[in-house]
């Protein structure tokens, strides 16, 4: 286990959503499923506790921990993407298997966890600052999915 990891709390679907994302995203895999030893609040002996996973090569750990926290937009994974047919690919993965959209590139898996799907371009264009930042900005807090094409219209001027 690497030493600083991300864990990410479910009720009681971690296993299903690390094996969502690592059939969604590139170097992402199920690592390790650990069962509870024994009872606890939430759950029984035997039950899937601890997933350890990757998500774009990020290590994280997924914790059964039952209903006491619930996911919010104070965390959320940022895939960077690098053209229109990418980021609609992981777009519609999430929003299209029980999801939901949100504004500015964010939406939600089926599990309540946040994502940022963000080509690339828009992430330049932002690093760029002055009038092709702004202009990208004014685009972007438009749209729900980001639409590569108007951003790069919008840097144009």
């Known amino acids: 286990m690497a030493k600083n990891t991300i864990c990410v709390w479910y009720d009681k679907d971690a296993e299903a959503a690390a094996r969502f994302y690592a059939e969604t995203f590139p170097d992402s895999s199920v690592d390790a499923v650990i069962r509870a030893p024994g009872d606890y609040p939430s759950g029984k002996e035997g039950n899937v506790l601890v997933v350890e996973f990757t998500v774009a090569g990020i290590p994280c750990v997924g914790l059964n921990g039952g209903t006491t926290f619930r996911q919010t937009e104070a965390f959320s994974f940022q895939i960077s993407t690098e053209d229109q047919a990418e980021t609609d690919r992981y777009w519609n993965a999430i929003v299209g298997n029980g999801g939901q959209e949100s ?3 964010w939406c939600k898996d089926r599990w309540g966890v946040s994502w940022q799907i963000t ?4 992430l330049e264009a932002l690093k760029v600052g002055g009038a092709e930042a702004k ?20 840097r144009r001027g």
């Open 103 to 105: 504004e500015c590139g």
């Open 119 to 122: 080509p690339r371009v828009l």
């Open 135 to 154: 202009r990208a900005f004014d685009a972007m807090m438009t749209m729900k999915k980001i639409d590569v094409a108007a951003i790069e219209a919008a």
